[in-house]
């Protein structure tokens, strides 16, 4: 257990995940860099680098069907956005004044995302420079490699710019975030943001008793089933991990 925000980083959006969606929004009409938002609220997606992404979501189905098991509900996903200078993104009109629904500045992207995320932008050290290594307090989440186009010899990665921060799961993670649109809503530009991830599972120690039970059989009566957090555990982990393949999709390949 630790604090998943513990970094030099600003945190400028957080998101508590469950994948229902009754009442998963945040009560707050201003929106600030300490506001929870909530599933209804997301609308951005997150593309990691192809093996990244694959770790990431099966650390988390391991770590589901172990709650499942010890019979645990309604946790949830804690993702912290830190959103980066967009260097490699030029814009394609003048942004002055126009910002997004959530206060953040518009960026549209001048290339399509088959650029993936790749360790070719990051910086390689060798696995075991520790002296020049800044892990932080984070003990949780294994730490990320290269892929194997890097050759042989194992090296970790870095992020650049962060004072050497380390790359682990869950942990510093580069992504590329991607708007999407509401639904009846025109897109005139491809908003695309550089981001950092820090994300973790939280609120881990409910279990599905009578309580919870009651509360299931009383809000079936008045709402959809599937919309709400009280679940069985086992339908619980389905919804949530079909939910959390949709906040980090994978690249779209062209035909």
């Known amino acids: 257990m630790g604090n998943m925000f513990c970094t030099e980083?600003?945190?400028?959006?957080?998101?508590?995940l469950k994948g229902s969606s009754l009442g998963r929004s945040a009560d707050k009409v201003e929106i600030d860099e300490n506001t929870i938002l909530k599933d209804l609220d997301l609308n951005y997606c997150f593309y990691l680098e192809p093996s990244w992404r694959e770790a990431l979501l099966k650390q988390i189905e391991i770590d589901s069907k172990f709650l499942e098991e010890e019979n645990i509900m309604d946790y949830?996903?804690?993702?912290g956005v830190h959103y980066r200078a967009p260097q490699h993104l030029q814009s394609l009109i003048s942004c002055s004044g126009r910002t997004t629904a959530d206060g953040l500045e518009i960026v549209a992207e001048e290339e399509s995302l088959e650029d993936e995320i790749s360790p070719q932008g990051l910086v390689l050290v060798p696995r075991g420079s520790e002296d020049s290594v800044?892990?932080?307090p984070?003990?949780?989440?294994?730490?990320?490699?290269?892929?194997s186009a890097t050759g042989d010899a194992e090296v970790d990665l870095l992020l650049p710019g962060t004072a050497r921060f380390q790359i682990q799961l869950g942990v510093n993670m580069p992504a590329r975030a991607e708007y999407i649109p509401k639904e009846g809503q025109t897109q005139v530009f491809h908003e695309v943001y550089d981001v950092v991830l820090y994300l973790g599972i939280i609120d881990i120690l409910q279990e599905y008793n009578m309580s919870k039970k009651l509360e299931h059989a009383y809000k079936s009566i008045q709402f959809d089933s599937v919309?709400?957090?009280?679940?069985?555990?086992?339908?619980?982990?389905?919804?949530?991990?079909?939910?959390?393949r949709k906040v980090f999709p994978t690249y779209a390949v062209a035909t």
Do not use: M, Q
């Open 76 to 79: 949830s996903l804690l993702l």
């Open 9 to 16: 980083l600003r945190i400028h959006r957080r998101f508590d």
């Open 138 to 147: 984070h003990v949780r989440g294994s730490r990320l490699r290269a892929s």
């Open 134 to 136: 800044v892990v932080g």
């Open 227 to 244: 919309s709400i957090s009280a679940v069985d555990p086992t339908y619980y982990s389905e919804r949530f991990l079909e939910f959390i």
